[in-house]
């Protein structure tokens, strides 16, 4: 399962991942992240969870990727991963290095709490 939802005056995009995500679900949420990144103002944070993730399709990463580029071509500035397992972070780490700009901060945190002190709320 995979949400999307924008807390507009943290300036902020939360993604949580959870059991199994699927291509068609990676696929609704390209289609829904264009409208919530107008909500956003450049200099936006993401708070990605995957604390609850169980498997994501290899054929995901495509869409991730694109999600990566429009995140950065809207002007993101610092992403926040939670992951607990490192072997769930199924390559965001490598593919930041391509998809982000230099100067956007990446920080991955073991829990929801560290993440949260890292955005400093």
């Known amino acids: 399962m995979f949400q999307i939802e924008v ?35 450049p200099g936006f944070r993401l708070l990605s969870d995957l604390s ?19 995140l950065n071509h809207a002007g993101i500035s610092q992403v926040v991963r939670v992951i607990p397992d490192p072997r769930k972070d199924i390559g965001f780490n490598i593919m930041s290095h ?15 709490d560290e993440a949260l002190q890292a955005l400093g709320d």
């Open 7 to 41: 807390d507009k005056p943290k300036n902020l995009l939360k993604f949580t991942f959870s059991q199994h995500v699927t291509l068609d679900e990676t696929r609704r949420w390209r289609e829904q992240l264009a409208g919530l990144l107008a909500e956003l103002q």
């Open 98 to 112: 391509f998809h982000y700009r230099r100067g956007v901060r990446i920080v991955t945190c073991k829990t929801l």
């Open 52 to 70: 609850g993730l169980e498997i994501m399709d290899p054929e995901c990463s495509a869409e991730i990727e694109f999600g990566m580029d429009l």
